[in-house]
């Protein structure tokens, strides 16, 4: 088992920056992949980033592709989304998730490990 607790959310004025961090406890993550979810209000939960076990790989959405970076510190058991440039769309609840399935990374199911979330709000 891998407990995933979210934390670095907030509020923040649209072209500002936040970092989340996502810590990781039960197991080591070094043989996870590591992805970041949101969910917006009234909408359904979306891919944002993912990055393999060694952190030598990383994709994103369309929608972050340039604003966001993740990346993992695999000694810490620890996980980060560096977000820039944000938006009022990039309002949500975010997640971060441990997975074995590196080719299917934008895929809900291919996670095994879920957070409790941390809500970033961006207002218009």
């Known amino acids: 088992q891998v407990q995933l607790v979210e934390s670095g959310g907030g509020l923040v004025q649209a072209g500002g920056s936040l970092i989340l961090s996502c810590a990781a406890s039960?197991?080591?993550?070094?043989?996870?992949?590591m992805g970041w979810f949101r969910q917006a209000p009234q909408k359904e939960g979306e891919f944002v980033a993912a990055i393999d076990r060694a952190g030598g790989s990383s994709s994103y959405s369309d929608s972050v592709e340039g604003r966001f970076t993740i990346s993992r510190d695999n000694t810490k058991n620890s996980m980060y989304l560096q977000m820039s440039s944000l938006k009022p769309g990039d309002t949500g609840v975010y997640y971060c998730?441990?997975?074995?399935?590196?080719?299917?990374?934008?895929?809900?199911?291919?996670?095994?490990?879920w957070g409790q979330g941390t809500q970033v709000t961006v207002p218009s």
């Open positions: 998730a441990a997975g074995r399935n590196y080719a299917n990374y934008y895929a809900q199911t291919s996670y095994l490990y």
């Open positions: 039960g197991r080591t993550i070094s043989s996870y992949v």
